[in-house]
């Protein structure tokens, strides 16, 4: 059973401050991870993906890959109330067309001003 | 106007009533999806098209019929539906390339739709 895990919050930071999300997966052979933000009533949007092991960074927010450990974070640095959203971790399914995506449940995150 | 447009937006039904929810993108993407997102429980993927062809069924009822006339749009039929099917229903689509590691899915608006 693929599975991704989240910790489903709320996490609260004070504004300014350094948000961590993290996400575990169970599909040692996944390839390729994804974050999105999810705004309440609203569709997901990409963040940014990361295939790589290590970290990849763009803007504010930086994402962390640890296959061996089957790991994956988004880090929100100087983190602002419009953060205030679920992020959804992401791990690319290898189905027949190796496309869809699995999804946690999602993190909660509030940040307050 | 977004790459991935879904209708209706909002949609009440009677369990015995007969209705369809319609993708359509505009990103030039050959593979579309069906998601529904449910309070409390994560994205939940129910069908993939690649190139028309449906790929991927994840033990949906079949009261959910999919159709895929060509790789722009896609349709959800709907029929007899149960309460607990009530949920925000998201289409995506992305570029199928198999190996690719950064296709990335976008999202539709969604479809909520109650079941009463």
């Known amino acids: 059973q693929k599975e991704v895990e989240q910790n489903s919050g709320p996490l609260s930071v004070p504004e300014g401050a350094i948000a961590s999300l993290n996400c575990t997966y169970s599909?040692?052979?996944?390839?390729?991870f994804f974050w999105y933000r999810q705004y309440s009533g609203k569709s997901p949007e990409l963040i940014m993906f990361i295939y790589s092991n290590g970290d990849k960074e763009d803007g504010r927010f930086t994402a962390q890959l640890n296959k061996a450990s089957q790991y994956v974070s988004l880090l929100i640095r100087d983190s602002q109330p419009s953060d205030s959203a679920t992020y959804l971790c992401?791990?690319?399914?290898?189905?027949?067309?190796?496309?869809?995506?699995?999804f946690g449940k999602g993190t909660t995150l509030s940040v307050s001003s | 106007e977004t790459g991935v447009t879904q209708t209706p937006r909002h949609l009440v039904m009677g369990m015995t009533n007969k209705k369809s929810l319609k993708c359509e993108q505009h990103?030039?993407?050959?593979?579309m999806y069906w998601y529904k997102q449910s309070a409390k429980k994560p994205l939940e993927l129910m069908f993939v098209y690649s190139l028309e062809e449906r790929v991927e069924n994840n033990s949906v009822p079949s009261r959910f019929s999919p159709e895929c006339p060509n790789s722009s749009h896609l349709f959800l039929h709907l029929h007899t539906l149960q309460p607990e099917d009530s949920a925000l229903y998201l289409c995506?689509?992305?570029?199928?390339?198999?190996?690719?590691?950064?296709?990335?899915?976008?999202f539709g608006e969604g479809s909520w739709l109650t079941v009463v």
């Open positions: 599909d040692r052979g996944s390839q390729s």
């Open positions: 992401a791990v690319r399914h290898r189905n027949q067309a190796g496309t869809a995506l699995i």
């Open positions: 990103l030039g993407h050959n593979a």
């Open positions: 995506a689509s992305s570029q199928s390339r198999a190996g690719s590691s950064g296709n990335t899915i976008y």
